[in-house]
């Protein structure tokens, strides 16, 4: 009979070879599991704070957060460092983790910015929007005055969200909306606390509507005169705002530490 050819060695090497896989498969899963918590934390954190349902110098608590969401602390600290980044969170030594304040001085900038861009995509949605764009703007006007007349700020600002995101889509511009949406995080915090003003909402569907008209009669200078309009009111209304809000701001955007401290 034909002697079988003799069966391989399995040498200490490739037994420690075949162990390791499996380890070095569960650690990649073990930090693709603290990946997607840190950003579905951010997700959460970042949405409460910008929509002031954390309020600015608010104490944030790793541990609760960690608690409430069932996850170790690893991915809290790394959500905590992503927002410390965009400037909504602020860390203390000795005194903790907090909501960061609105930086006073920075809006205006931030304001500037927007402004500049929002009229880039006002005047090209006035040049080549098509009916349905038209028709699609003035159904989010409907939906702003519907939460107008509930009182419903949240509803309002998620409206007022997709107007400006509608019009740089109508314009052939959506990725400047992605852009506006980094420069405009600050504002988002103080164009809420604008909301609860007599009016205000009101007023800003008027200014809305003056933009649809200006896009639907494809008056590109008209629409980007209406949409600068519409965002230099947010500056005009802004020493009224930190009036009432006192503690939600700071004046000097590298003082903050003093006032935590």
Do not use: C
Request: hydrophobic fraction near 45%; charge should be positive.
């Amino acid at each position: 009979m034909p002697e079988h050819p003799p069966k391989p060695k399995t040498t200490s090497a490739a037994r420690r070879g075949r162990k390791l896989l499996p380890a070095r498969h569960h650690s990649d899963a073990a930090g693709y599991r603290v990946a997607t918590a840190s950003a579905a934390v951010y997700r959460i954190l970042r949405e409460q704070i910008v929509w002031l349902r954390r309020k600015p110098g608010e104490p944030i608590a790793e541990k609760d957060i960690a608690q409430a969401q069932g996850i170790s602390r690893t991915p809290v600290r790394e959500a905590l460092l992503r927002l410390t980044a965009e400037g909504l969170v602020d860390t203390m030594p000795k005194s903790g983790t907090f909501v960061a304040r609105i930086p006073l001085a920075a809006l205006p900038e931030a304001i500037v910015v927007r402004k500049a861009l929002e009229q880039v995509t006002a005047r090209a949605a006035a040049m080549q929007a098509r009916r349905s764009d038209v028709a699609g703007l003035r159904a989010i006007l409907e939906r702003q005055r519907e939460a107008d007349g509930a009182g419903d700020r949240i509803a309002f600002h998620q409206a007022d969200e997709a107007f400006h995101a509608a019009i740089a889509a109508a314009g052939g511009y959506p990725g400047i909306w992605s852009l506006i949406q980094s420069v405009k995080t600050q504002i988002d915090r103080y164009r809420l606390l604008t909301l609860p003003q007599p009016g205000r909402m009101a007023r800003v569907v008027k200014e809305h509507a003056a933009v649809v008209t200006a896009i639907e009669r494809h008056d590109p200078e008209r629409a980007a005169a209406a949409m600068a309009g519409h965002l230099d009111g947010l500056r005009i209304s802004m020493e009224d705002i930190r009036r009432m809000n006192p503690d939600f701001f700071y004046e000097d955007i590298h003082s903050e530490e003093d006032l935590l401290a």
